[in-house]
């Protein structure tokens, strides 16, 4: 099938949310249910910050989602905000989670990559973000007819490893005439 259907789900319950024990507790029961009887849920993905990647609140989920966890689910660590990170602190993170995922605060749009940015200013802006922590880009094959991607490949090719960038982008099954139309 050519067209992947997913959901993501942002779970109550864990993290901050200032509401009554009470009705933490609800949120908890039925979170378990729900999590336990979704044959369909294949993949968690735990968001950490990578500036606080001790936090107990984190290594309650960890747990948690370990013990429910199925043989074929997976669980994915996505550190965030780690362009606040220096280059050593971000190395030993990579070293202690090397199945990680590693995303930075700021996302970074490409979508004049193609039109008012030319290939070479766009590998300019790409490098400049690399540069100061960015690793975080979304594109679109709508965008710019599909250059917007293309450019976004050929930056990507010459100036960093595809393992240290996350790429999002968006299908949209339509043809070029139509894209151009709008």
């Known amino acids: ?21 009470s009705l933490k507790a609800s949120w908890n029961k039925n979170l378990t249910g729900y999590l336990e009887k ?11 910050d990578a500036r606080h990647t001790d936090l107990e609140i984190d290594k309650n989920v960890d747990e948690f989602v370990k013990h429910i966890k199925r043989g074929d689910q ?8 780690i362009d606040k990170l220096n280059s050593s602190e971000l190395q030993k993170l990579k070293r202690e989670y090397p199945d990680g995922i590693f995303v930075s ?13 030319d290939i070479e200013t766009s590998k ?3 490098k400049l973000c690399r540069d100061t922590g960015i690793n975080f880009f979304d594109t679109a094959m709508a965008y710019q007819g599909g250059t917007s991607e293309i450019y976004l490949g ?7 490893k595809r393992e240290d960038v996350v790429i999002a982008t968006k299908y949209t099954p339509r043809t070029v005439e139509q894209i151009q139309r709008g």
Do not use: W
Not at 6 to 17: E, H
Not at 105 to 117: K, R
């Open 1 to 21: 099938n050519p067209y992947v259907y997913a959901r993501f789900v942002d779970l109550p319950g864990f993290g901050y949310a200032k509401v009554a024990k």
């Open 38 to 48: 979704r044959v369909n849920l294949q993949v968690f993905v735990h968001l950490i």
């Open 74 to 81: 997976i669980i994915i660590n996505a550190f965030t905000k």
């Open 105 to 117: 605060n700021l996302c970074f749009g490409t979508m004049s990559f193609g039109g008012n940015a």
């Open 124 to 126: 300019s802006m790409f």
């Open 154 to 160: 050929r930056a990507l090719k010459e100036l960093a």
